[in-house]
């Protein structure tokens, strides 16, 4: 079936404009993680979803980070106010409990660029 | 506090060799242990886990790895490395939520970038 999408694929944006990125899951699975990945660098989790909830945003940098989700699919990844420090590829990966298993298929990424 | 640590930023092997990438977790309870591979220009993928049983779980392109929960080590192994082997490689281990009986993150290590001379 298909893989986790995520768009736009990449995106430049001027400090301080707002912007927002996009994930959609694998059919079917609960489990949505935002990961931030500055260049050839580890993984910085942001927040995780279990269904429409977010247990735990711990990641999130600061109050201009937020996301959503809706219907248990589609999660949203907003950024206010951009500065150049946000410029990174954010990843979304998600996964199923209910696949009886806890691996993460992620997406390809979405780089973005603040100039 | 729960975590992963990948304790090599890089490792160096020639082709043919054996190659290790080192693998250590502190988390509560059994652990439930991942590798993931990125290669240039590419996503994350999924090499390999551990959930219970055998301490040796063998996964994609000829990787394994052993679970030894004295040592609270999960290395990444290969036999015989391939220049194609040369990519970031990451450690995860799944955490549960404090204040959540089911829930649970998977947080990742700092990744060991593995490059493979020829």
């Known amino acids: 079936g298909a893989g986790v999408s995520q768009s736009p694929s990449n995106k430049v944006t001027e400090k301080g404009k707002d912007v927002e990125l996009r994930c959609d899951p694998i059919s079917g699975h609960t489990a949505l993680y935002w990961y931030r990945q500055s260049l050839g660098q580890g993984l910085e989790f942001l927040i995780y979803?279990?269904?429409?909830?977010?247990?735990?945003k711990s990641g999130l940098p600061s109050d201009r980070f937020s996301a959503e989700r809706t219907g248990g699919s589609v999660s949203t990844l907003t950024i206010q106010r951009t500065q150049q420090e946000d410029s990174a590829v954010y990843l979304c990966?998600?996964?199923?409990?209910?696949?009886?298993?806890?691996?993460?298929?992620f997406g390809p990424g979405t780089r973005l660029t603040v100039t | 506090a729960q975590s992963v640590a990948q304790p090599e930023d890089q490792v160096n092997v020639a082709e043919g060799n054996p190659l290790t990438v080192k693998c250590t977790y502190s988390?509560?309870?059994?652990?439930?242990l991942f590798w993931y591979v990125q290669y240039p220009n590419r996503g994350l993928q999924f090499l390999l886990k551990y959930i219970t049983g055998d301490n040796l779980v063998k996964g994609s392109y000829g990787f394994e790895a052993e679970f030894n929960k004295s040592q609270t080590s999960f290395h990444l192994k290969k036999p015989s490395a391939l220049v194609s082997d040369s990519a970031l490689y990451f450690c995860a281990v799944r955490v549960n939520l404090p204040g959540y009986s089911s829930a649970s993150k998977i947080i990742f290590g700092s990744g060991t970038r593995l490059s493979i001379r020829p």
């Open positions: 990966a998600t996964g199923g409990r209910s696949q009886g298993s806890y691996e993460q298929y």
């Open positions: 979803f279990q269904g429409n909830s977010a247990p735990d």
């Open positions: 988390v509560s309870g059994n652990p439930y």
